[in-house]
């Protein structure tokens, strides 16, 4: 089989290339087309390619804001068809977007049906909803047929498209903006335009205007769904200043009288972006796991206005503290990030402050004016020399008709002919003092004209109507001339642009006044868990399978209790509500449960495996009652152990803390609260050793040191006492017995001891 010849042109060395720098390149494509197409803003309109492309679409499809809707599903598509070759659910889901009146400050889109809600609930389906422009995305486009802005064409080249918009009102604040792009991303707050405007207007004024003044007029951001900015001002102030920082944001409550000393605490407004059936949930959620005991419930009674109601556990609660709690637990306060990432004339991303922002806004403005005043002039040029042709031809009306009715080619007849003369013995008919405009040969545009004109239009009352026109139009001239040539006209012009947006966008508009407020609110305190909690008796209760409840009041420790079957009782003791329980397990942790989070006491109880993570195989060694400054003996059976304070052994998760380290087949077989100035070991093999107290270290957490010594076996049990009292124990028969004269047993620590006194319990137990 013969070999394939090769092409002599082709250079496999020429057209080889690093994998690296193949997929660097490529990645780069890739990250700037995220960057520049996609993900951020830019500073001069403040939209996204996709946001501009659903405006444009719509006013293609000439939906006004006075006019008819159209379904949704009809502009997706032709979004998708003409300028936006993504997916159409992407397309629709941007759309329904800037008509969430909770989402953006300042719709741009009037829909109209299901187009979701502050629960989070999504839209319906585009087949089902319509929608039409708004005024504001009106007002974003004005210009647009006036060569105010540069097309591009579109992905087939089939259409053209705007690369950015008019924009009569700074968008990228107003309504803000946010998107994550290839190592950038943007975060913007949209605000209130009353006031981006009032900044506009000082910064035409002055120049050279301070950040702080600037903020002075835009105090902070303008959230659709209110609340309160509670962050300092200086935090606020640096944040607009360098472009990057964070708000934070509380929901807005106030309390509700129920008469009788109850009362109610009723959410009107939450914080943006938070959706409220999560914001429920996780209200839910701490009431369940009894985080803040002082919360009773939450229900919802919104209807098209937000009301959540949040009723404290008892009337004497402080309704300052619970919300401290629920703020600092809770999306009731959250921290809004700014990040100011957007694109200086629509190629740079640049982390720009408030100032840079609006002065990229007013450039914009300035130029669109700019190209506005031009198109208008050129337009007016067009005009008057039409106008000109015509006047020609009413002066020579009768010339006209017979060159129309008799020559064979009337357009080139009507540009060769000299009207000068015509004109002079025209004018004391028509009562000119000086010729008219057009005297001369006529051009070839006013010669299309006049061929064009109506025949009813060859009246005298229609020649008046042309000089009026004439006039008027020279005047417009010339005042666009003047502003073309004057900055200050020009900004002046801008001005009266924007004082005409604030009439009809700012605070006295429906829905233009400001709707987040500011307070001065400091960190929440960190509030005692027992401060929160009710004093009341409790019985704990715990069985040797592990089934725990507490039982309100004190009652006999003797008493009779129900448990399961084949189960039976281990632990009782009396608390309080405030208490902590300290739950020692033989795999060496301790773990915290609070008294007050115990299940009641008319069932069972619940597995107190649930409550914390104790794994299957440790089992539960002690329960006791924590005791600030008081210390534990903690010992192992491999015969270990140490001293540990108990405020070192308090946890806050689940999943305890580690006390005694133990491995292999050592378990944690002690843990004794230390009462007393020594301590006295037994170990299976019923040797007994007593030592001074203060030859045990105090540790945090370890291994510990040798208690007692063994041959074989391992330890038993291990207490403290006080040794002027003796050590007591209870025999076979139940008595209690104490032992005074201990000197047979005294040695130093990790001593063997010595065989245990007469009438010392069988399972080598102290208690």
């Given at each position: ?5 090769k092409?002599p042109?082709?250079?496999?060395v ?10 660097g390149?490529?990645y780069?494509?890739?990250a700037?087309?995220t ?12 939209l ?8 444009y679409?719509?006013?293609e499809?000439?939906l ?15 979004v998708m ?9 992407a ?7 800037l008509?969430?009146?909770f989402?953006?400050?300042y ?15 999504n ?20 210009g ?32 803000g903006?946010?998107?994550i792009?290839?190592?950038?991303a943007?975060?913007?707050?949209p ?7 009032k900044a ?11 950040d702080?003044t ?6 902070g ?23 990057r920082?964070?708000f ?6 106030q ?21 409220k ?16 005991p002082?919360f009773?419930d939450v229900?919802?009674?919104s ?7 949040i009723?404290p556990?008892?009337k ?9 709690m629920?703020f ?14 957007v694109?200086?004339?629509g190629r740079?991303?640049?982390?720009c ?5 609006l ?7 300035r130029?669109v004016l ?8 050129e337009?007016?040029?067009h005009?008057?020399?039409?106008l000109?042709?015509f006047?020609t031809?009413?002066l ?5 008709i ?6 064979e080619?009337?357009?080139?007849a ?6 000068s003369?015509?004109h002079?013995?025209?004018m ?10 057009g005297a001369?040969e006529?051009?070839?545009v006013?010669?299309?004209a006049?061929?064009?004109m109506r ?17 008027a139009?020279t005047?417009e001239?010339?005042?666009?001339a ?5 900055d200050?006209l ?7 642009e924007?004082?005409?947006?604030r ?7 429906p ?6 407020d500011f307070?001065?609110a400091?960190e ?8 929160m ?7 704990v ?10 039982m ?8 009779e ?21 300290l739950v ?11 008294a007050s989070?115990l299940?009641?006491g008319?069932?069972m ?12 195989e440790?089992?539960i ?16 059976t ?12 308090l ?6 803390k580690?006390?005694?380290n ?7 077989r ?14 299976e093999n ?5 030592f001074?107290?203060?030859?045990l ?5 370890g ?10 076996g391992g ?18 028969a139940g008595r ?7 000197t047979?047993?005294l ?7 010595r065989?245990?006194?007469r ?6 137990s102290?208690?």
């Amino acid at each position: 089989m013969s070999e394939t010849p090769k092409d002599p042109h082709i250079n496999p060395v020429a057209i080889a290339e690093p994998l690296r720098r193949a997929i660097g390149e490529r990645y780069l494509t890739y990250a700037l087309s995220t960057i520049m197409d996609r993900a951020l803003p830019d500073a001069r309109d403040g939209l996204k390619p996709v946001h501009r492309r659903i405006l444009y679409a719509m006013r293609e499809l000439k939906l006004s804001s006075t006019g008819g809707f159209r379904k949704s599903a009809k502009i997706s598509g032709d979004v998708m068809g003409n300028y936006h070759p993504h997916g159409d659910t992407a397309i629709y889901d941007a759309m329904a977007r800037l008509a969430q009146d909770f989402n953006v400050r300042y719709p741009l889109v009037d829909g109209q049906g299901n187009f979701g809600n502050i629960d989070g609930d999504n839209p319906a389906a585009s087949r089902y909803t319509e929608a039409r422009l708004t005024a504001a995305a009106e007002a974003l486009m004005e210009g647009l047929a006036e060569n105010a802005v540069d097309f591009r064409p579109n992905y087939d080249g089939t259409l053209e498209e705007p690369v950015v918009m008019p924009a009569a009102f700074p968008n990228l604040l107003a309504n803000g903006s946010s998107g994550i792009a290839v190592g950038m991303a943007t975060n913007i707050p949209p605000h209130n335009i009353d006031e981006l405007v009032k900044a506009c207007l000082h910064l035409i004024q002055t120049p050279d205007a301070r950040d702080e003044t600037l903020i002075s007029m835009v105090p902070g951001p303008d959230f659709p769904t209110g609340g309160v900015i509670v962050e300092p001002r200086a935090n606020i102030i640096e944040a607009y200043r360098t472009g990057r920082g964070s708000f934070r944001l509380r929901a807005r409550w106030q309390i509700e009288d129920l008469g009788r000393g109850t009362w109610q605490i009723v959410v009107t407004e939450i914080p943006y972006q938070v959706q409220k059936s999560r914001l429920i949930e996780k209200l839910a959620e701490l009431i369940q796991t009894r985080k803040i005991p002082i919360f009773g419930d939450v229900r919802d009674e919104s209807a098209d206005d937000v009301r959540l109601i949040i009723e404290p556990k008892s009337k004497n609660v402080d309704p300052e503290m619970l919300m401290g709690m629920l703020f600092r637990n809770s999306d009731l306060e959250i921290r809004f990030s700014l990040n100011m990432n957007v694109l200086i004339d629509g190629r740079t991303p640049k982390v720009c402050s408030l100032k840079e922002v609006l002065r990229a806004f007013l450039d914009h403005r300035r130029e669109v004016l700019n190209r506005r005043s031009q198109h208008r002039l050129e337009k007016i040029d067009h005009r008057l020399e039409v106008l000109a042709g015509f006047i020609t031809a009413f002066l020579n009306l009768d010339r006209v008709i017979d060159i129309i009715r008799y020559d064979e080619d009337p357009k080139a007849a009507l540009m060769r002919e000299d009207w000068s003369r015509a004109h002079v013995r025209a004018m004391a008919e028509a009562d000119y003092v000086s010729p008219p405009p057009g005297a001369g040969e006529l051009s070839e545009v006013q010669a299309d004209a006049i061929l064009n004109m109506r025949l009813r239009s060859l009246r005298r009352l229609e020649e008046i109507e042309l000089l009026r026109e004439q006039d008027a139009l020279t005047k417009e001239r010339a005042g666009l001339a003047d502003l073309l040539d004057s900055d200050q006209l020009q900004w002046a012009k801008i001005s009266e642009e924007l004082r005409a947006v604030r009439k009809q966008f700012g605070k006295d508009a429906p829905g233009g006044a400001r709707r987040t407020d500011f307070a001065e609110a400091g960190e929440v305190e960190e509030v005692p868990l027992e401060a929160m909690i009710e004093r009341e008796p409790l019985t704990v209760v715990c069985s040797k399978m592990g089934w725990i409840r507490a039982m309100k009041g004190h009652i006999a420790l003797e008493s009779e209790l129900k448990f399961k079957d084949g189960d039976e009782g281990r632990f009782v003791f009396h608390a309080e509500t405030t208490d902590r329980l300290l739950v020692c397990a033989s795999n060496g942790r301790i773990y915290t449960v609070q008294a007050s989070n115990l299940p009641g006491g008319r069932g069972m109880g619940e597995p107190l495996r649930l409550m914390i993570d104790l794994p299957n195989e440790a089992d539960i060694i002690e329960i006791m009652i924590y005791r600030p400054g008081e210390k534990i003996l903690v010992a192992s059976t491999a015969g270990d152990g140490f001293v540990v304070p108990t405020d070192e052994v308090l946890a806050q998760t689940r999943a305890g803390k580690v006390v005694l380290n133990v491995r292999d087949d050592v378990r944690a077989r002690v843990f004794r609260r230390v009462t007393g100035d020594h301590v006295a070991v037994v170990g299976e093999n019923r040797k007994v050793l007593i030592f001074p107290l203060e030859e045990l270290p105090e540790m945090g957490r370890g291994k510990g040191v040798r208690l007692q010594k063994y041959k074989d076996g391992g330890l038993s049990d291990a207490t403290t006492f006080t040794l002027e009292q003796g050590l007591s124990w209870k025999d076979p028969a139940g008595r209690t017995r104490t032992e005074t004269d201990l000197t047979e047993w005294l040695a130093k620590r990790a001593s063997a001891g010595r065989m245990a006194p007469r009438g010392f319990p069988r399972d080598n137990s102290f208690t």
